[in-house]
T-cell receptor, first 115, second 117 residues
């Protein structure tokens, strides 16, 4: 158990809908990262937040957004969902702001299925 | 530009034989390199990391990796495979974005390791 929690575990929704994925980092970790894992694209870095502020953006679509709250939990919002958004979404946390040299602790993931 | 290439999508070895999972990278700066393992239906777990200290890095479960700058490689090895090693392995490169404190993270496409009894 990494100490990172993600809810829900599974989410099934329809095209065009909007969903919110939630992540609680390990106690004391200030950074939260979001990743998308799909069969065709592999594991893609989406976005990184540190202590409430956006730090780095990866391959995140404009239909997706994220935020980190004062209690350090984070939410990933996915809107106007398409079939291709079906994937496993991981959240990870680490103690510091940069990623260089710091281990990331991964949550168990949220499996999103768009029908 | 940053990139990471895992040279084999699937590796199959017999239990008790050595494991070699290959990873090549490119980076504009001094990178940090990681290997993560993902067991079926689980999140990723760090095996080991290189951050410009010793070039031979020892990780958990008997795995180790050697950073070779001249070859831009960071191959993962284990002397003797165990059935529990069957999983997906990801090589990851991370370095600074320009002059900022933010970092960019790139995952390799993964190598599925199968262990034959």
């Amino acid at each position: 158990d990494s100490g990172v929690t993600q809810t829900p575990k599974h989410l099934i929704t329809a095209t065009g809908q909007r969903v919110t994925l939630r992540c609680s980092p390990r106690s004391g970790d200030l950074s939260v990262y979001w990743y998308q894992q799909s069969l065709d694209q592999g594991l893609q870095f989406l976005i990184h937040y540190y202590n409430g502020e956006e730090r780095a953006k990866g391959n995140i679509l404009e239909r997706f957004s994220a935020q980190q709250f004062p209690d350090l939990h984070s939410e990933l919002n996915l809107s106007s969902l398409e079939l291709g958004d079906s994937a496993l979404y991981f959240c990870a946390s680490s103690p510091r702001g940069g990623t260089g040299g710091y281990e990331q602790f991964f949550g168990p993931g949220t499996r999103l299925t768009v029908l | 530009a940053q990139s990471v290439t895992q040279l084999d999508s699937h590796v199959s070895v017999s239990e008790g034989t050595p494991v070699l999972l290959r990873c090549n990278y490119s980076s504009s700066y001094s990178p940090s390199l990681f290997w993560y393992v993902q067991h079926p239906n689980k999140g990723l777990q760090l095996l080991l990391k290189y951050t410009s200290a010793a070039t031979l890095v020892k990780g958990i479960n008997g795995f180790e990796a050697e950073f070779k700058k001249s070859e831009t490689s960071f191959h993962l090895t284990k002397p003797s495979a165990h059935m529990s090693d069957a999983a997906e392995y990801f090589c990851v490169v991370s370095d600074q974005v320009g002059g900022s404190s933010a970092s960019k993270i790139i995952f390799g496409s993964g190598t599925r390791l199968s262990i034959r009894p």
